[in-house]
């Protein structure tokens, strides 16, 4: 044995001191590290581990004062102290295996885990105890030297793997924190725990059991010249120290921790005053957008008091436009363009600005190019801007960015026209325009409320339409009934002059004569003279019978009722013929049917009266009537080479009697849901053609 051997077995009470120290300081300052509040799983397992070197510590002192008391005063092991060690250090294992399982299962389902983990290893140092109890029948502090054996064996080996194993986890969680100064700490740290649980538990002390008949204290003592107790007290101080460096990074955490609270709250503070500041511009947007629409509204309650003028539509318009150009920093002047409800046509109701243009611009050739765009606005039903440059962009008013394309092209906007609208139906546009040499950019704000502008002018237009149709129908309705009652009127005069001239006075002449002949029959006078005188009133009577069905037949042509619209038609055709000596033709096209008695009275009510206006006005030399009956339509056409006239200047002039006889005939076609359309042209004749649906099957005759 060496002299350095020879030294520490002498003074193996300082190296089971040391040893017991350096443990107990490392269960101290792990434990002071458990309290800290950490994210990282480590701060948790570490509690374990403190509580290892606690026990760890108190065993290795235990063990030092047997030695002090066995060279003071002969002590020798009793039963009951090396049971204290025993469970001391069988309770340090199960913490150091406690650490690495804690360690290395963070999850949920961990503590299940972990017992069942230390349950079984706590199993197996007590089964091979109890057999070694049962097969060598030790006395009692033998049997604690071989417990304390098998649980370095079974349980320190076993936990101080799991450690290392756990050591080694989270060295790469550190590095992945970007602590890899640590990582290499915790390194160092499950190096010196590898040889403390392979070394350092592998030689234990001598018993009976294998290997520790062969690897033991006395044996490390022999190979390497110092204690295995040193050995593993040098161990403790390199792990001690080593896990105080890696439980900086705790501080390291917190450091991290603070500076990212704090540029939280400097953000925070930063997005408070940036929060303010949109506020205050958001305060200022809403300012300005509440004053925008306050004018938008504005200017639209006053077009729609203009509109709701009693005026007539184009001096509405006029004012309208006039008010929408002076109220808008964009336009200098404009014009609404309507399409005509009859036929379509495009045409300028109403324009303004245009006659007196800014500058050196042409006044005719800016109302020109207006105009066009208009004409292009409405055909394509989109809204449209032209810029100095010529260039045309047609846009949708609601989408955003075609609105931009237009608003921010790189030539001014000399001229915009927006469709007006209704029921999803172009009516006309409206159309403002600048001159170039005062050309302002157009503001999105702008564009909206000239959209809004548009959009509110399409609706009270069409409403404005609908008033005066509905007066001007009105109108008619009250006309057609004076016409009706007049009309009435004048066919009981006629009628009442027919009976008192021709039917009166041949019954007044039949009176007579029958007084004549009772007087013959009264003086017996010659029965020839008496027949005679009854032979002249047969013949009043039957003048008179002729002459009142002429009158039944000219109210309501028995035809019509008994024979239909067809035999109707060719029997008051002929009678015109005959009395007015123009010529009239017939045309049956379809087989001869029989239509419901309300179809038939509306089409020959309408034949007689385009038939009567030929005789009145047309000055004709031919006329034509042409009756088409289909399965499920009607036809008739009434033509004549007359003389012609406009039918937009008769309808229009509610004043000119022969206006309403063909008013009557459209709203007898509307009825029945037809049309009736007339085409005429001074010099030209006359065209009058029906068409009505037929709601029911035709009967055969």
């Given at each position: 044995?060496?002299?350095?051997?020879?030294?520490?077995?002498?003074?193996?009470?300082?190296?089971?001191?040391?040893?017991?120290?350096?443990?107990?300081?490392?269960?101290?300052?792990?434990?002071?590290?458990?309290?800290?509040?950490?994210?990282?799983?480590?701060?948790?397992?570490?509690?374990?581990?403190?509580?290892?070197?606690?026990?760890?510590?108190?065993?290795?002192?235990?063990?030092?004062?047997?030695?002090?008391?066995?060279?003071?005063?002969?002590?020798?092991?009793?039963?009951?102290?090396?049971?204290?060690?025993?469970?001391?250090?069988?309770?340090?294992?199960?913490?150091?295996?406690?650490?690495?399982?804690?360690?290395?299962?963070?999850?949920?389902?961990?503590?299940?885990?972990?017992?069942?983990?230390?349950?079984?290893?706590v199993g197996i140092w007590a089964t091979a105890s109890l057999a070694v109890n049962?097969?060598?029948?030790?006395?009692?502090?033998?049997?604690?030297?071989?417990?304390?054996?098998?649980?370095?064996?079974?349980?320190?080996?076993?936990?101080?793997?799991?450690?290392?194993?756990?050591?080694?986890?989270?060295?790469?969680?550190?590095?992945?924190?970007?602590?890899?100064?640590?990582?290499?700490?915790?390194?160092?740290?499950?190096?010196?725990?590898?040889?403390?649980?392979?070394?350092?538990?592998?030689?234990?002390?001598?018993?009976?059991?294998?290997?520790?008949?062969?690897?033991?204290?006395?044996?490390?003592?022999?190979?390497?010249?110092?204690?295995?107790?040193?050995?593993q007290a040098g161990l403790a101080a390199v792990f001690t120290f080593y896990i105080t460096r890696a439980l900086q990074a705790f501080e390291l955490?917190?450091?991290?921790?603070?500076?990212?609270?704090?540029?939280?709250?400097?953000?925070?503070?930063?997005?408070?005053?940036?929060?303010?500041?949109?506020?205050?511009?958001?305060?200022?947007?809403?300012?300005?957008?509440?004053?925008?629409?306050?004018?938008?509204?504005?200017?639209?309650?006053?077009?729609?008091?203009?509109?709701?003028?009693?005026?007539?539509?184009?001096?509405?318009?006029?004012?309208?436009?006039?008010?929408?150009?002076?109220?808008?920093?964009?336009?200098?002047?404009?014009?609404?363009?309507?399409?005509?409800?009859?036929?379509?046509?495009?045409?300028?109701?109403?324009?303004?600005?245009?006659?007196?243009?800014?500058?050196?611009?042409?006044?005719?050739?800016?109302?020109?190019?207006?105009?066009?765009?208009?004409?292009?606005?409405?055909?394509?039903?989109?809204?449209?801007?032209?810029?100095?440059?010529?260039?045309?962009?047609?846009?949708?008013?609601?989408?955003?960015?075609?609105?931009?394309?237009?608003?921010?092209?790189?030539?001014?906007?000399?001229?915009?026209?927006?469709?007006?609208?209704?029921?999803?139906?172009?009516?006309?546009?409206?159309?403002?325009?600048?001159?170039?040499?005062?050309?302002?950019?157009?503001?999105?704000?702008?564009?909206?409320?000239?959209?809004?502008?548009?959009?509110?002018?399409?609706?009270?237009?069409?409403?404005?339409?609908?008033?005066?149709?509905?007066?001007?129908?009105?109108?008619?309705?009250?006309?057609?009934?004076?016409?009706?009652?007049?009309?009435?009127?004048?066919?009981?005069?006629?009628?009442?002059?027919?009976?008192?001239?021709?039917?009166?006075?041949?019954?007044?002449?039949?009176?007579?004569?029958?007084?004549?002949?009772?007087?013959?029959?009264?003086?017996?006078?010659?029965?020839?003279?008496?027949?005679?005188?009854?032979?002249?009133?047969?013949?009043?009577?039957?003048?008179?019978?002729?002459?009142?069905?002429?009158?039944?037949?000219?109210?309501?042509?028995?035809?019509?009722?008994?024979?239909?619209?067809?035999?109707?038609?060719?029997?008051?055709?002929?009678?015109?013929?005959?009395?007015?000596?123009?010529?009239?033709?017939?045309?049956?096209?379809?087989?001869?049917?029989?239509?419901?008695?309300?179809?038939?009275?509306?089409?020959?009510?309408?034949?007689?009266?385009?038939?009567?206006?030929?005789?009145?006005?047309?000055?004709?030399?031919?006329?034509?009537?042409?009756?088409?009956?289909?399965?499920?339509?009607?036809?008739?056409?009434?033509?004549?080479?007359?003389?012609?006239?406009?039918?937009?200047?008769?309808?229009?002039?509610?004043?000119?009697?022969?206006?309403?006889?063909?008013?009557?005939?459209?709203?007898?076609?509307?009825?029945?849901?037809?049309?009736?359309?007339?085409?005429?042209?001074?010099?030209?004749?006359?065209?009058?053609?029906?068409?009505?649906?037929?709601?029911?099957?035709?009967?055969?005759?």
């Amino acid at each position: 044995m060496n002299p350095i051997s020879t030294f520490f077995l002498q003074n193996i009470i300082f190296v089971y001191f040391f040893y017991g120290l350096v443990f107990f300081t490392l269960g101290v300052v792990l434990f002071i590290a458990s309290r800290r509040p950490s994210e990282f799983q480590f701060a948790r397992a570490i509690r374990p581990l403190a509580i290892f070197g606690l026990l760890h510590g108190l065993h290795e002192w235990i063990s030092m004062f047997q030695k002090i008391a066995a060279l003071t005063h002969g002590y020798w092991p009793t039963v009951s102290h090396e049971m204290v060690k025993l469970i001391l250090l069988v309770s340090s294992f199960v913490m150091l295996a406690g650490f690495g399982i804690v360690l290395l299962n963070p999850g949920p389902a961990g503590p299940w885990w972990r017992s069942k983990t230390i349950i079984g290893l706590v199993g197996i140092w007590a089964t091979a105890s109890l057999a070694v109890n049962v097969l060598l029948a030790p006395g009692m502090i033998d049997l604690m030297g071989m417990a304390d054996v098998l649980s370095r064996y079974s349980l320190g080996l076993p936990a101080a793997m799991l450690g290392v194993w756990a050591l080694m986890v989270q060295q790469r969680t550190f590095r992945e924190h970007d602590m890899p100064q640590f990582g290499r700490d915790l390194v160092w740290c499950a190096a010196t725990l590898f040889l403390y649980g392979v070394v350092g538990q592998l030689f234990a002390q001598q018993t009976p059991l294998a290997p520790t008949t062969f690897l033991n204290s006395v044996v490390f003592l022999q190979w390497f010249g110092i204690p295995v107790e040193l050995f593993q007290a040098g161990l403790a101080a390199v792990f001690t120290f080593y896990i105080t460096r890696a439980l900086q990074a705790f501080e390291l955490e917190n450091q991290r921790r603070l500076e990212t609270a704090n540029r939280a709250k400097l953000a925070a503070q930063a997005a408070a005053l940036e929060a303010e500041r949109q506020a205050s511009r958001e305060m200022e947007r809403l300012n300005e957008e509440l004053r925008l629409t306050a004018r938008e509204l504005s200017l639209l309650l006053d077009l729609s008091n203009l509109l709701a003028t009693p005026m007539p539509l184009q001096e509405q318009l006029f004012a309208v436009l006039q008010k929408i150009v002076h109220s808008l920093a964009f336009s200098k002047a404009g014009m609404i363009m309507l399409t005509r409800p009859d036929t379509g046509d495009l045409h300028v109701s109403a324009s303004t600005g245009f006659s007196s243009p800014a500058g050196n611009v042409n006044g005719e050739y800016w109302y020109h190019q207006a105009r066009q765009l208009g004409e292009k606005c409405v055909e394509s039903k989109l809204a449209m801007c032209l810029h100095q440059d010529g260039q045309v962009i047609a846009f949708l008013i609601e989408e955003a960015n075609e609105l931009q394309e237009c608003r921010l092209y790189k030539s001014p906007t000399l001229i915009i026209s927006l469709p007006l609208v209704t029921q999803q139906q172009v009516i006309g546009c409206l159309v403002l325009a600048q001159p170039a040499e005062t050309a302002k950019p157009v503001s999105v704000d702008e564009f909206r409320l000239i959209a809004g502008i548009a959009q509110q002018l399409g609706l009270s237009i069409e409403n404005a339409r609908l008033y005066q149709e509905a007066q001007r129908r009105e109108k008619l309705l009250q006309e057609l009934l004076r016409q009706v009652v007049g009309a009435q009127e004048a066919e009981r005069q006629r009628i009442a002059r027919e009976l008192h001239d021709a039917t009166g006075q041949s019954l007044t002449a039949i009176a007579l004569g029958l007084k004549g002949v009772e007087a013959l029959l009264n003086r017996h006078s010659d029965p020839a003279v008496v027949a005679g005188q009854i032979r002249d009133l047969q013949q009043f009577s039957a003048n008179a019978l002729g002459e009142l069905r002429h009158i039944i037949s000219d109210l309501r042509p028995s035809q019509l009722d008994d024979l239909g619209l067809v035999a109707a038609l060719r029997w008051y055709i002929q009678n015109f013929e005959r009395r007015t000596a123009i010529p009239a033709r017939f045309i049956l096209q379809g087989e001869e049917k029989r239509l419901v008695s309300e179809y038939e009275t509306v089409l020959f009510r309408i034949a007689q009266e385009a038939l009567t206006n030929i005789a009145k006005h047309a000055e004709a030399t031919q006329v034509q009537v042409k009756l088409e009956l289909l399965p499920r339509q009607v036809h008739l056409t009434i033509e004549d080479n007359g003389k012609g006239f406009n039918p937009e200047e008769i309808l229009n002039q509610e004043e000119q009697p022969v206006g309403w006889g063909l008013v009557g005939m459209i709203e007898r076609a509307q009825l029945l849901g037809g049309i009736c359309s007339l085409t005429s042209a001074p010099g030209q004749g006359t065209c009058v053609q029906v068409s009505i649906p037929l709601m029911m099957e035709l009967t055969n005759v």
